[in-house]
């Protein structure tokens, strides 16, 4: 069974890093690109970016460039999305994903709460 | 780029049939037949209901069903049951390895 275990909530300060993580289990991990996507409390899904686990190469929404660092480690089978600076408005919920090409992401991760306050 | 525009929420009876609208442009929608629907249910995982337009995964309901016209793509569900009443997401490529999700709409089921 394919499966994306992301790594457990976090409450973090301002200006503080963060690195939040998604392990791939049940397939390849080197099969399909890796998105992260935001969705912050009470609204819509954002598509942040990609990284492609063969060689951890990423790119980004224009949003997110610069703000975040997606990387992958193919050894561990897992992917990361970091922040070098926290603020307020990076609380939201984050979610690893497969995509399988086009706009199709079949399996998500379960969510990753960051909470960024005083 | 801009998210698609998803009406805030729909609502239908049960055995009914809802549409939701998703809107682009000629840059998204328009231009690419890869439209995705996601459902989601408060703390959970989203779910792949709708993928390249009208495409539906092994195991979702064949209630589920997407189209497109232009900017514009479209999910609805027929046979409205209980269990559908979730946040639903469209989600298009828009070029150039990105992708543009819309703001979503609630569904509810009276």
């Known amino acids: 069974e394919v499966q994306l275990v992301q790594s457990g909530a976090e409450v973090k300060k301002p200006g503080e890093s963060l690195r939040i993580s998604c392990q791939g289990s049940?397939?390849?991990?080197?099969?399909?690109?890796i998105a992260w996507v935001r969705q912050m409390p009470g609204k819509g899904l954002e598509w942040m970016g990609r990284?492609?686990?063969?060689?951890?190469?990423?790119t980004y929404s224009p949003s997110f460039e610069g703000r975040v660092t997606i990387s992958a480690d193919k050894s561990i089978s897992t992917a990361y999305l970091q922040w070098s600076s926290l603020k307020a408005s990076d609380s939201a919920k984050y979610y690893c994903?497969?995509?399988?090409?086009?706009?199709?992401?079949?399996?998500w991760g379960q969510g990753t709460l960051v909470t960024v306050s005083p | 780029q801009s998210a698609l525009t998803q009406p805030a929420s729909v609502s239908g009876s049960p055995g009914q049939s809802i549409t939701i609208s998703c809107t682009g442009t000629t840059s998204d929608i328009g231009t690419w037949n890869f439209v995705s629907w996601y459902q989601l249910h408060p703390g959970k995982a989203p779910k792949l209901v709708i993928y390249e337009g009208s495409q539906r995964p092994s195991g979702v309901s064949s209630r589920f069903s997407g189209s497109k016209s232009g900017n514009t793509a479209s999910l609805t569900i027929s046979g409205l049951q209980a269990e559908d009443e979730a946040d639903y997401f469209c989600c298009s490529y828009a070029g150039s390895r990105t992708l543009l999700f819309g703001g979503g709409t609630k569904l509810t089921v009276l």
């Open positions: 994903a497969l995509w399988f090409g086009g706009s199709r992401f079949d399996s």
């Open positions: 049940g397939y390849d991990f080197t099969t399909y690109w």
């Open positions: 990284t492609d686990p063969k060689d951890s190469y990423a």
